[in-house]
């Protein structure tokens, strides 16, 4: 079975940063792309960043020029380094892993980690 775990939330001022991390574990072949998604309360879940095998990266327009997703393929790590927050960056970050190789397990899946909260204070 593969898992993932983010780790690096919390609370932040304004301006602050912070650096999310997702590890993933199991018995994995490959993993395509990763990538970070936040919902905030009462508001649908929303693309923050991707990042495919090749290191080509997309990012949501909210974040452009502020946050930035890099990975270790070796270690099926993916990273969030998130500078100049704002308040408006506040909701539960999850990651995910798209169309995963495992053995075990038939075909291309994705997987996605419990989420951590993230909350920027004003």
């Known amino acids: 079975q593969v898992q993932l775990a983010e780790s690096g939330g919390g609370l932040v001022q304004a301006g602050g940063s912070l650096r999310l991390t997702c590890a993933a574990s199991g018995t994995i072949f490959s993993i395509n792309a990763m990538g970070w998604y936040r919902q905030a309360p009462g508001k649908e879940r929303e693309l923050v960043a991707t990042i495919s095998r090749g290191t080509s990266t997309n990012y949501g327009d909210s974040v452009k020029g502020r946050f930035t997703i890099s990975r270790d393929n070796a270690e099926n790590r993916v990273y969030l380094q998130m500078n100049s927050l704002k308040p408006e960056d506040t909701a539960v970050y999850y990651c995910?892993?798209?169309?995963?190789?495992?053995?075990?397990?038939?075909?291309?899946?994705?997987?996605w980690g419990q989420g951590t909260q993230v909350t920027v204070s004003s």
């Open positions: 995910a892993a798209h169309n995963v190789v495992a053995t075990h397990v038939i075909g291309l899946r994705d997987y």
